[in-house]
């Protein structure tokens, strides 16, 4: 009997082996619309930057850990205050090796996590509720597809605004220890963030980490991040 145990284990994981990522999860996402409206008017806010990360993680309920991104997208609203994210996949998981079975990478509930910014605005993050039947599904939802998203508009003084800035980018993080250069495909935001840092540096609120390009992993295979940057910064 133990003999028979040993060879199914065996087998699994040269079969999880040979491709290397038979036995990673599939995922796929529907696609994603809604408007943003100002909190106090309820006008539609056109220009404002939307990211959507679909973040991988490891372990079990409740000892979660970021495992790196599926899917990163960004894009801006219209004059409708309307944005739109293209369905996507199927696209499969990365495999680790040794195979910890509790820890493969999976999505929970940033599937996906959407961050929202423009200049004068307060940032807003908002994700899918928790359920525990999160890792049943390879189909990926939105809660907020088809709804009204209200943004408030910033009160406070500079210091304030950087606090504001800092938590935007604590949240941004996936592309501050990108291994895939992630921050090119949220260029926009975090372009935005950077020039609403050094205009409150030129202020005297200095904010040393969000400052510039220069915080952004250096990666040879990724090229100059100053460089790119320039174009969605003029």
């Given at each position: 009997m133990m003999s028979s145990m040993k060879s199914v284990v065996i087998g699994f994981v040269l079969g999880c082996l040979l491709p290397l990522q038979a036995c990673g999860t599939t995922y796929r996402a529907e696609s994603i619309e809604a408007w943003v409206v100002d909190a106090e008017t309820a006008q539609p806010i056109e220009g404002l930057v939307v990211t959507a990360n679909w973040e991988l993680e490891e372990g079990t309920v409740g000892g979660n850990r970021p495992a790196g991104q599926i899917m990163v997208m960004e894009t801006?609203?219209?004059?409708?205050?309307?944005?739109?994210?293209?369905?996507?996949?199927?696209?499969?998981?990365?495999?680790?090796?040794?195979?910890?079975?509790?820890?493969?990478?999976?999505?929970?509930?940033?599937?996906?996590?959407?961050?929202?910014?423009?200049?004068?605005?307060?940032?807003?993050?908002?994700?899918n509720s928790f359920s525990a039947d999160y890792n049943k599904s390879s189909l990926r939802k939105s809660d907020w597809n088809g709804k009204i998203i209200k943004m408030a508009r910033f009160v406070g003084d500079g210091k304030e605004y950087a606090w504001n800035l800092t938590q935007l980018s604590n949240s941004m993080g996936y592309a501050f220890r990108a291994e895939n250069c992630e921050w090119k495909q949220t260029p926009r935001i975090l372009a935005l963030l950077f020039s609403e840092a050094d205009a409150l540096h030129g202020r005297g609120v200095y904010i040393g980490s969000i400052r510039d390009a220069m915080s952004l992993p250096k990666q040879e295979k990724c090229g100059s991040a100053l460089e790119f940057f320039k174009d969605y910064r003029k």
């Open positions: 801006v609203t219209d004059n409708k205050g309307r944005f739109y994210f293209s369905a996507w996949g199927p696209k499969s998981t990365p495999l680790t090796f040794p195979v910890p079975l509790t820890s493969e990478p999976h999505l929970v509930n940033r599937d996906p996590h959407l961050l929202f910014f423009k200049s004068g605005y307060k940032w807003l993050g908002l994700e």
